[in-house]
């Protein structure tokens, strides 16, 4: 065979390996085209960009940006983030246009290159991965446009006493910043209006869609069923629910589990006890908070000993369906093993304990500061006693020393 040939056998075996490394890559994104329509000069834009990989393999991802556009858009992962198989990483696309841009379209793409952990941990870097493009289309417009649309609103069912709870999610659809008004009404079975409120309080940036929360009062209407119509902009929305007798509906705050961030400290060492803490009930749990029980154990004669109860600083509202962490701190000054009973206490009521175990470890003492103390009056009191008397002779200790002799005798 020619030395030709072996160059070209060589490089065709380089080319497969580096072929089905990249073939074994499979990375995906969508949309596959961003628009950013009607921007204004200086305005802001927000997209979303789904990332996956149908691979077993975890990969590592680097985002570029050009055209254009490039020095426009900061992407939140940006530069590397990391894609793990099986789940998507959503990354949140900003545009920000200068203010001195002139009017017209712009493009540019967004690249996204991945390549094996491995890999790129053997030093072989992203060279040999695969990647997915992102073209990006930039409208921009002289003309400032106020646009926004309800995209949904829901309520639940409440109880006399306890307030309306009515949320609203509004997309701002134009290329300014706005702040939307909402209006409500609420009709009772009869179609009689008997409570309006309305609401101008939240900032939107363009593109953006927001959480808008309404409350009204219980306290001027009675028990029944009632009809909300919410108005925003052009849309409306007609919801309906109930106001029901207190203590209709079920108040149930579940403690998850009780955990420490460190199972061994040492003696006068800050402990974190976090409880996670869940409202499956019907309504909001208002002012819950952890108590805790902390038990010194004797395992010899397998008994506890009560050693401090407290409640957390932290004072939690906890919405319908949500799961939260409650913080409490406590400080062992004993070395042993601790066991720590948590409940959560809210309106009158408290649930099942949880309990967690905390050893602390014995600190030897530190004498440092005390011999430190005593060299120092050793020192001064030896400067003293050899330092000349009242005759400008005798030493003090030698004088001291004489007169005890003459006092024994």
């Excluded at 990989?53 to 490039?70: K, P, Y």
């Amino acid at each position: 065979m020619t030395r030709k040939r072996y160059i070209l056998v060589f490089a065709l075996v380089i080319s497969l390996i580096f072929c089905s490394g990249a073939q074994a890559i499979s990375i995906g994104a969508g949309p596959s085209t961003l628009v950013f329509e009607d921007m204004r000069r200086g305005g802001y834009g927000e997209k979303t960009v789904t990332v996956s990989t149908s691979g077993d393999e975890e990969l590592t991802c680097e985002i570029d940006v050009t055209g254009d556009i490039r020095d426009w858009v900061t992407v939140d992962k940006q530069p590397r983030f990391d894609l793990v198989p099986g789940e998507r990483e959503k990354l949140n696309v900003v545009l920000q246009p200068p203010a001195d841009i002139d009017v017209g379209r712009y493009e540019g793409a967004l690249y996204i290159k991945a390549a094996p952990i491995s890999t790129v941990e053997s030093g072989q870097g992203l060279a040999v991965g695969a990647g997915v493009k992102i073209r990006i289309f930039v409208d921009i417009t002289g003309e400032e446009i106020e646009l926004y649309i309800l995209k949904e609103a829901s309520v639940m069912n409440t109880e006399k006493g306890f307030p309306i709870k009515i949320n609203a999610v509004v997309e701002n659809t134009g290329n300014i910043r706005i702040k939307p008004r909402i209006d409500v009404k609420v009709y009772d079975i009869s179609g009689n209006l008997v409570l309006t409120k309305s609401v101008k309080d939240r900032d939107i940036l363009p593109s953006i869609k927001s959480d808008i929360p309404i409350e009204l009062s219980t306290n001027d209407i009675g028990v029944g069923r009632y009809t909300a119509k919410l108005n925003v902009g052009d849309d409306e929305s007609t919801l309906t629910f109930s106001v029901l007798d207190k203590g209709t509906l079920a108040l149930r705050g579940i403690l998850r589990s009780i955990y420490l961030n460190k199972i061994w400290v040492g003696q006068g060492e800050a402990t974190k006890i976090i409880g996670s803490v869940e409202n499956s009930g019907e309504v909001m749990i208002e002012q819950a908070h952890l108590n805790v029980e902390v038990y010194l154990m004797d395992d010899v004669y397998q008994t506890e000993r009560l050693v401090k109860t407290f409640s957390s600083n932290e004072v939690l509202n906890i919405p319908v369906g949500q799961r939260v962490d409650i913080n409490a701190y406590f400080i062992p000054q004993e070395a042993g093993r601790y066991k720590i009973y948590g409940y959560l206490a809210y309106s009158g009521k408290k649930s099942n304990p949880k309990s967690s175990i905390l050893n602390v470890y014995y600190l030897p003492r530190d004498y440092t500061p005390h011999i430190i103390g005593a060299i120092v009056l050793v020192v001064v009191s030896m400067l003293w006693l050899s330092r000349k008397g009242g005759d400008g002779k005798t030493r003090r200790f030698k004088k001291i020393w004489g007169d005890y002799l003459q006092i024994k005798t």
